[in-house]
């Protein structure tokens, strides 16, 4: 195991009363924003495809530990997001007593849910007691931590940001070139694609989806910017940040593969068409390309980090596939829920969180120190000496 300087812990259940996430590790005196945490909430809820649960809901965090005066203090701190749909599960979700007469249990397993792995591996009869859980409901607990650790990076100058590429197909064209401009166009569209034209064909795909029951997926694209050179390792696997970042988006649910830089794409290349040359102007390193998507041997170059990740479609269909009752092993179909029919959007912003999350660990890694004024001077000092080399 890599030594992580941060790390979570998160808790909740999609009906429960709440969300927890405890964060443990973050340097004292760092300025915290909640308005900033709940605007990655926000951004989150949002998006063309969505089910009626996300009107219900208006995630936000309350502090209630590790924060004093708008700064950390050094101690691990306490986020809680209220599942306002709570109040509509009481007695279906009761912690303590009997399961209320006229419970309905889950019994029908969906075919790309957790729920016919989990109900066996964990021995249960009724299959809520694995969606629950298994919800992507909790990705709003990685998007808490990512926006906190997204401050920690905003401070030292490194921004992260997502947009949706692909959805059922449809693909992106044309993306602006300007950073601003991207972020600006992406955030504007509720399909989260910077390309309008695009946009709009994802919408009628989406669309399509709903109309039959169905539901579909897609590819979205994580940037980073302002990363150091230097930030992970290639000397031992675990350390390696591409496979870091690799490895919390495809925890992510419902994400199914990951690919920086060029990706897939390498593969169908020669190396003379993939590998980015090395220039240096008389004071620092160049690099015309960035194929590599910012690393290189599991290691930051300095040029900006390029990561895609692919969603399969909801597992949730309203009009379901065959599946068997668990209790009668008879053939049924498949249980339905309310439920999303397309989330690629959601889950971008979850992707540029959880990026976020995965840099500021390899950044306190690199430049480690319990106040912000130790891991400033730590900065500084490598920082000056990149420019010597
Ligand atoms: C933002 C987001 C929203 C999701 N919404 C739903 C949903 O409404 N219904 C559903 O069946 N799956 C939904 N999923 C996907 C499931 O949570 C996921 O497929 C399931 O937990 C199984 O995990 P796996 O797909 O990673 O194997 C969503 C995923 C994300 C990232
Ligand atoms: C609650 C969220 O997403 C949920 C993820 C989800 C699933 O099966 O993953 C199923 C749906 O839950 P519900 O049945 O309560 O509508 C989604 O709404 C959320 O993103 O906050």
Redesign the pocket.
């Known amino acids: 195991m890599a030594n992580r300087m941060i790390r979570y812990l998160s808790a909740g259940e999609s009906h429960g009363p709440q969300l927890t996430v405890i964060v443990e590790g973050f340097p004292s005196h760092l300025p915290v924003s909640k308005e900033k945490i709940d605007e990655q909430l926000r951004r989150r809820q949002l998006g063309y495809g969505r089910?009626r649960r996300m009107q219900i809901e208006a995630d936000a965090v309350e502090i209630t530990s590790g924060v004093r005066f708008g700064r950390t203090l050094g101690s691990p701190i306490t986020m809680h997001i209220v599942n306002r749909d709570f109040k509509n599960w009481t007695e279906k979700m009761r912690v303590f007593g009997e399961p209320p007469e006229n419970l309905k249990e889950v019994t029908r397993p969906?075919p790309?849910?957790?729920d016919l792995a989990g109900a066996i591996k964990y021995d249960h009869e009724d299959i809520r007691n694995v969606l629950e859980r298994?919800?992507?409901r909790n990705?709003a607990t990685m998007v808490a931590a990512g926006a906190l650790a997204r401050q920690l990076l905003e401070h030292f100058g490194i921004q992260v940001t997502a947009h949706v590429v692909e959805i059922g197909g449809e693909r992106v064209q044309q993306v602006p070139e300007d950073w601003d401009a991207l972020v600006a166009a992406a955030d504007a569209s509720d399909v989260r694609a910077a390309d309008p034209e695009a946009a709009e064909r994802m919408r009628r795909k989406i669309d399509e989806a709903k109309e039959k029951g169905d539901t579909v997926g897609g590819v979205f694209e994580v940037i980073v910017r302002g990363c150091p050179i230097g930030l992970g390792s290639y000397v031992h696997p675990d350390r390696k940040l591409d496979g870091r970042l690799a490895g919390a988006l495809m925890s992510?649910?419902?994400?199914k593969g990951v690919e920086i830089g060029l990706g897939f794409e390498a593969a169908r290349r020669f190396g003379s068409q993939v590998h980015d040359a090395i220039l240096h102007d008389g004071s620092r390193y160049l690099r015309p390309t960035n194929g590599a998507g910012g690393l290189e041997g599991g290691v930051t170059n300095g040029e900006p980090i390029v990561i895609r990740a692919a969603?399969?479609p909801?597992?949730?269909l309203y009009n379901p596939l065959p599946s068997v009752d668990m209790r009668t092993k008879q053939p049924e179909p498949a249980a339905v829920?309310r439920?999303?029919y397309c989330?690629v959007p959601?889950?971008s912003v979850?992707g540029e969180n959880v990026v976020a999350w995965v840099i500021a660990e390899a950044f306190l890694e690199k430049f480690s120190g319990d106040s912000l004024a130790q891991i400033e001077d730590q900065v500084r000092a490598y920082l000056a000496r990149v420019r010597q080399r």
Not at 252 to 255: G, K, L, R, T, Y
């Open positions: 089910g969906r790309g849910h957790a298994a919800s992507a990705t992510v649910q419902a994400i969603m399969k909801i597992s949730t829920e439920s999303d989330a959601a889950a979850v």
